[in-house]
């Protein structure tokens, strides 16, 4: 079964400062999902890369996704208190079945 | 580790029927149950979110008179799509919130169903 695995398991960065979250896949990845969870919420959908070098913009989050080496990372420029939560990357197999990565706690500190 | 489960995990149904799918908490009571939706190729998206003997909350875009929410024990929750057209056939998962044990800093987490595919014809 596929596996991902992120970096770090959790950041606690300054307020304004950037930063940068991964997610290796042991396999090859199909599609790239990453989703922010607020404590005691639900997953919130942020964007999905399909294709090997797709970079996606969302506000001041940036994705990208590099085939070859089954990976992606997740980008934060000048980080707002507001982005304060669990990052999640989730990649579907062949047949479609999600699989998620273990998440990055992330604080920033105002 | 905690277990969720879903029943049934495929449902064949004909247009303008209701079909419930189960989603329960085997070993741990969960007070909140999230609800969510795939489509083919498509990502997750959070439908709603169910609390135990509470009304759920349903996000924006979802009618909450199609797909009808019961959290009515700790380890039950249900989804029912009420009068289902081709266009809800997708792939329903739920996942269960388990509170942080032991330490009072100990954080929640969150663990999925296996999901349900619903196809109407």
């Known amino acids: 079964s596929q596996e991902l695995e992120q970096s770090p398991q959790s950041l606690i960065v300054q307020e304004g400062k950037n930063l940068t979250i991964n997610c290796t896949s042991s396999k090859t990845l199909y599609g790239l999902y990453w989703y922010k969870q607020k404590y005691g919420e639900g997953l919130i959908f942020l964007m999905m890369l399909q294709k090997g070098g797709e970079e996606k913009s969302h506000e001041k989050i940036t994705a990208k996704l590099d085939e070859k080496k089954q990976q992606s990372s997740l980008h934060i420029t000048a980080s707002q208190p507001s982005h304060a939560g669990i990052y999640l990357c989730?990649?579907?197999?062949?047949?479609?079945?999600?699989?998620f990565g273990g998440g990055t706690r992330l604080m920033v500190k105002p | 580790g905690a277990v969720v489960s879903q029943h049934p995990s495929r449902v064949i149904c004909k247009s303008g029927t209701s079909v419930k799918i189960e989603c329960r908490s085997l070993d741990f009571q969960a007070t909140t149950m999230f609800w969510y939706r795939q489509f083919p190729k498509q990502s997750l998206m959070l439908m709603a979110t169910?609390?135990?003997?509470?009304?759920?909350?349903?996000e924006q875009g979802v009618e909450k008179d199609k797909f009808l929410i019961n959290h009515a024990s700790l380890t039950l929750s249900t989804l029912t799509v009420t009068s289902a057209h081709p266009e809800d056939s997708s792939f329903y998962i739920c996942s269960a919130r388990r509170l942080g044990q032991g330490s009072p800093l100990a954080q929640d987490t969150q663990y999925f169903g296996p999901g349900t595919r619903l196809t109407v014809l």
């Open positions: 989730g990649a579907g197999d062949a047949g479609n079945m999600l699989t």
């Open positions: 169910s609390n135990e003997g509470s009304k759920a909350t349903y």
